[in-house]
């Protein structure tokens, strides 16, 4: 009973103490009873069954259906035309350059290869070549490069990043642009002509500007020597990639095209993810709205090859690793180039939530509602 | 200390090493050396007082903590893999940035390990530099230093109410018995008084102090942990010696009481003081999932070693298809190129670093993290709270959170475990008569009647202060005395106000008033010899402390409010908290039984009477009659007869507790104990003081406890005795000499008596008394004498020379106590049972109280068939058990109907219906070798196991036993020292704090106050922490794999060179930043079914049994899309979505905010990282991504189409096939009112569900 007396006995003060303090509200350790703190939150808790998400699976198979079909038709409309010209054949023109070029003349080999277009291309066309078997996401491969030297830095230009080797340097001079990329940049020389039905050849205009993106050309590749247009002094001291024919400065005549904001180079540099890849690499402009960009008719396509030193073979090099060069043609929409598998894997999956719909709502009107589910165990 | 840095290693190795010198530590006075150099000092190779427990310097700090980090097998392996990094022919990625996540790692954990070592600096400066008393020799006098400046040797006074600075032996106190109370709630949490006494012969009583005067040598043994146990003497000059033993030291930590002013000399310091060494580190234990989760780590590594062999192979079949070398291939920087089977070696080494994120190391982190919010919540918990006590649930052990979701068996003590361990005193027997005691029993009968709801509101009344002052209070009692017939709202008043003022010292009024047999009343008053005797031996033959109300105020004005000492006493509680002061830790009462039996100190049985703990008196010399006579007698001018009431009892074990106020209700009052006097009223007022010449303490081998002293009028020598039926009845006047018939017949009769007690479920105690003539007394003294004062088994000796007194005993009478159950005991154990759990019993009471209890907890049924194993041949024990597992198979394969019964929803356990009793030899026997196997098997086959008669190593012998051999998560629960071992053998160990002390406290993982707690924690806390955790684990393992098999697919598009598409910094964040917060969320907080619903459907505990939730893995149904960061990203956190059962605000604020965390930092990054990590440079992809509308249709296609299969899955599964769980939350969904009447009609949940 003594013990029962305590709170009153506290307070009259009999310890030095506890004058004063006697009265101090006595603090307990009960935990608060909020809603966080004892784990009651209001909560949504769904139940995964047949019943609540039939509606889902439905409105999944809805939505998607009708985007595929969308993306499918987008994509059939975008024209698209492809063309090899690796040359394996021997009954291809290309043959022979790809093969018994002699390079003892200098004269660059060419090949002229026929095609013809059933359909007129309306819209601005987009010429890309392609190559398969090219591993450009090879790990060190994509490594071998320096993004300060194209970024315009001096000092990378002048002692380029380890991660170029052994590309970066040739005969003591430091390589610009080093690393294993620009050094197997694509150099064939595409050009496009059509022939009237009166047999001349007309040369199709390609546009080689703003094919690639603008964030490259104007940030993250810049030319050395804060825009001084004299990029042969500017890359006097430097070696040109071994097999170039010639120095990066030479690339084009246009100032704002030439050295490392070429946007074919910059094009090549973006490496591609996979080892079968296209890349965009002229763009014909639509002329006027009266006509098609590419009318209905007979084509050829003259390629170029340029000399890729230090290598076995005459032409840009795919030979050695059962490589294939394509050209392709293609209007763009929305949705970029020709896709038809986005719009067929859309109305796949859509089909398949409402066949899964449909399953649902069958196994929810026979089981959901049923009486005995003893015999299930747990 | 579990880590200490080298140098104090080595500084203490040199110190031990010089201590092995000898077995004793001898310590002088340092008072004639104070002004010397500290190479002369006498004492300067022991420690000084100033502790340290930080393990790092801050110089030391980088080195030690990375060196201490690296034991730990992930960041080897990481820090391994960053190394590897830095080889140029195998790096995957830039090596400086590969050893960013290993650091932040690294850095995480140091400052974790620095806060706490901070943490552990700023609570020893605070200890060491708090003040005491220091004699100093130059002033004469005590000055105030402060903690670290006390050296062993130096004289320290301590006041009341402060805290002992370091371990000292008592000298001197202002207690004119030379007595001082200490309180060791610092040390073990037990807020009971402990009596410790002055060292004779060197400080005169009632003289000052004078240190400088000490000449003498202290002799003792060498620091210890042992806190019941201290031997030594003084040497004096002249080589006399004075023996001292624990009841002379002062202990660092404890708290002087009730005594105005000690001093001493210190004797231990710092570290080597007792409470220091028995400091262990927290408790580490290591959970069923994480120990299943290694293997699982294992099996990733297995997966990475297949992955990079595959790519190893692929890379080197590639490079040979190549006649030439192709442009891409890039030769080494000599221009050379690598021979294929080199590169794919080499390819090998590079793909561990690219898919090293398959070992989840974040995975440690966040599972620590995750458990530190469950214990949160946990402690929370305001259903877990105690409004008696103001307590919370205590989680003492932070790792094992979510095993308490898989025990499969409980084991659990009986007493103050299932029930309340206040005993009440029910009936007794005295000479051979029976009195029931019918009113007494009345009025509990009323008090046990009311329900909980009233309870509560009351209790919030008497939160407002004038509600209970003491008088009246005091009138309440008053009419329990007079009237039986008190109304019962009266007495709930009664009990509501105790409970309200917590827990002191068994003194609640409900449980100590008794209301007197009006038969045995009438005897009383004719004082018989007999009935004088008994009520004399009830009030004196104890180890209660009668302390006055003023001591009492004292204590708990000094803890509230004065300023000082609470807040050194609160820090100081705190620092021992964080040390957990733990080991072998019985706590101070138990001081007599280890004395006696120090190599097995738990060979005790709470079930028995706890009489211990008696102030030693065997080695004093002096007596001072006059103190205490003046005393006494001052005390009955001062107060009117009706004050002696006030008088406050202060008892160390339940049983005296209720003994001592029996006594007192039939109006022996014992008024006041000291080391040589016992003084009792009687009830014609007449104030009786008995001489105490011996107290023969309470051990678990005897088992009873004996008083000699002297009679005050007739001077004759006397013994009380009280123990155990068996221990006294064999020790009865020899039957066939001078014992008459009449003494026959008692013994009997009482006999009769202590049965039927028994089989009510009473504790049962004789008493017995023997007249000890003068020349036998002091023959016996004399050995007595000599075993006290040897030092080699002493406890042996000590023993001996009890049992040779303790003989030719007269029965007095018996008495039976009642032990109640705990509220909702019975359906806490239906409750637990349902989910699947056997409950075991294991005590050390009689058989017979064991099944009382038993039944009277529905832990037994009446249909159950029960067997009891007792007998003492092995033979025996054999035939029976193989018997009785016959039977037992039979019955399993014949009743398949009785399978089926009650499994309609929970699965197909068999519920047999067997009860086994088996004692203590039978058990040891049963548990032998050749038997055990048949014994386990018997046991699988038992609804109900009670083992009585145990002693707590046998009880920790049969949790080792059923968790070996049936290779099932166990749980002991207890409250007592002797379910210490039990409590530490099994894998959850659950400590009740109540009213046997805090040693089962300091021992377990998690500490409880109500058995009924259990169920809670267990079915709904367990549970959750469980299928939180496992689901966090098994998301973990997913995310990882999944993002790991990203990389490795592509492998096979770029000729298995080890490319990463995604850019390193963004994989690293994607680990760190953008998919670790929405996991760790969803392991603390998820609910799939709620509290009320868990708590009324038990079955669904069984998931976490059989670990259903993490049993394997489901990766794999994961459709493998574009190769990109963002699309992962959602098919993760969707994933997730599917698998959260509860939406939060919580969840909802995650998992948008680390998709938002994601876009904002990835387009941060792309927008300024323009050459900042070659080669990746993601310079303005993202923008570029995101202003494309392919990305969001690819995005949303990819996900809806990885994420389909597992959707449904899960409806399919919810629908054809649903979980329990599942069929729980669809209950939740269903009206209360409906809800309820189904579980009260007790269907399972299959046919609730299934009909809504």
Known sequence: MMASSYSAKEEDGHHPGSAGLGDTAIRTRKPDNTAFKQQRLPAWQPILTAGTVLPAFFVIGLIFIPIGIGLYVTSNNIKEFEIDYTGTD??????????????????????????????????????????SNFYQNHRRYVKSRDDSQLNGDEGSLKEPSKECEPYHTSEKKPIAPCGAIANSMFNDTLELYFIDPNGTRNQIPLTKKGIAWWTDKHVKFRNPGSNNPNLTAVFQDTAKPINWGKPVYELDTDL???????????????????????????????????TPTLPRGNYTLEVTYIHFLNHLYSDYPVRSFDGRKRVILSTISWMGGKNPFLGIAYITVGLICFFLGVVLLFIHHKYGNRNNSSDIPN | MPWTDPLTLIRHGWARHKDTEGPIRRVVSNLPFEDLKERDQPNRKYEGNGIKSNKYRLWSFIPMNLFEQFHRMANLYFMGLAILNFVPMV?????????????????????????????????????????????????????VRRWKDVRVGDFVRVLSNQIIPADILLLHTSDPNGVCHMETANLDGETSLNQRKVLPGFSTLGEPFQPQTFDSTVVCENPNN??????????????????????????????????????????????????????????CKRSKIERKMNTDVLFCVVLLFFMCLIAALGHTIWLETFDSEPPYIVPDSNGNYTPSVLAGFYMFL????????????????????????????????????????DTRVQCRSLNITEDLGQIQYVFSDKTGTLTQNKMVFRRCTIMGTEYSHAENAARLAVLNGENEEEEVTIYQQTKLPPLFPPDELQDTQDKNHTNPQVTAANLRRSKAAAGA?????????????????????LEVYHQTGPYLDFFLSLAICNTVVVSKATSQRQRVTGRRNSSYSSSSFSSMREWFRKRSVRKVFTSMKFSKRRDEKLSDPFVIDDDDPDIQHIPRVSDTTEDHPYFISRKVTSNKEKHSPGDSEEVCYEAHSPDENALIHAAKAYGFTMVERTPHHVTVKLPNEVLMKFEVLEVLPFDSTRRRMSIIVRHPDTNEIIMYTKGADSAIMERLRDVFSDMS?????????????????AEDGLRTLCFAKKVISEEEYRAWSDIRQEALSSIDEKEERLMDSANCIENNFSLLGATGIEDRLQENVPDSIQALRRAGMQVWILTGDKPETAINIAYSCKLLDNEDLVVTFTTMKKSVCKMRLEDTLGEARRSARTNPQFRGHNTTFTGSSVEPSIGLVIDGSTLSMAMSDELVDQFVELCKHCRAVLCCRVTPLQKSDVVKLIRHKLRVMTLAIGDGANDVNMIQAADVGIGVSGQEGMQAVMACDFAITRFKHLQRLLLVHGHWCYSRLANMVIYFFYKNVAYVNLLFWYQFFCGFSATAMIDYWLMIFFNLLFTSAPPIMFGIMDKEVSDSTLLSHPELYRRGQHTETYSGSDIGIFSFGTPMNTISLFTIILHLAIEIKSWTVVHWLTMIGSVVMYFIVTLAYSAVCISCNPPSDPYWIMHKQMAD??????????????LLPRYTFHVLKGTLAPSSHLRARQLERLPPSYRERRTREGRGLGDTCASS
């Open chain 2, 741 to 757: 018939k009449q003494d026959k017949q008692i013994g009997v009769k009482t006999q009769k008596d202590l049965d039927m007690y």
């Open chain 1, 90 to 131: 021997m009954s291809s023109p290309c043959f022979n350059c790809s093969i018994n070029h002699s390079w003892n003349n200098t004269t660059p080999c060419k090949c002229v290869l026929p095609f013809s277009l059933d359909q007129p291309f309306e819209s601005n066309v987009f010429m890309y070549y392609g190559l």
């Open chain 2, 501 to 521: 003022q917590g827990d002191m010292a068994f003194s609640s009024p409900l449980e100590t008033v008794v209301v007197p047999d009006w038969k045995l009343k």
């Open chain 2, 91 to 143: 790096n995957a990625f830039q090596p400086e940035v590969a050893l960013i996540p290993i650091c932040i790692i690294l850095a995480l954990t140091a400052v974790k390990d620095g806060w706490e070592d901070f943490r552990r600096y700023q609570a020893d400066q605070q200890l060491n530099n708090m003040p005491c008393f220091i004699f100093s020799r130059k002033q004469m006098c005590f000055v």
């Open chain 2, 226 to 283: 042992n806190l019941n146990l201290f031997k030594g003497y003084l040497e004096r000059p002249d080589k006399r010696r004075t023996g001292f033993g624990i009841d002379s030291l002062l202990l660092r930590g404890c708290m002087v009481r009730n005594t105005d002013e000690t001093a001493g000399i210190v004797v231990y310091a710092g570290h080597e003081t007792k409470s220091m060494l028995n400091n262990s580190g927290p408790r």
């Open chain 2, 1189 to 1202: 509308p392919m990305f969001y249709l690819v995005c949303i296609l990819t996900t809806v189409a990885a």
């Open chain 1, 256 to 290: 704002e095209n030439n050295g490392f904001i070429n946007e074919d180079f910059i094009v090549w540099m973006r490496t591609a993810a996979l080892p079968t890849f296209r890349k965009l690499y002229r763009i014909i402009q639509k002329k006027n709205s009266m």
């Open chain 2, 350 to 389: 590079t793909m561990i670093i690219l898919l090293q994120i398959m070992i989840p190391v974040s995975l440690y982190v966040s599972i620590e993290l995750v458990k530190m919010g469950q214990i949160y919540f946990i402690t929370q918990d305001v259903e877990l709270y105690d409004e008696e006590l």
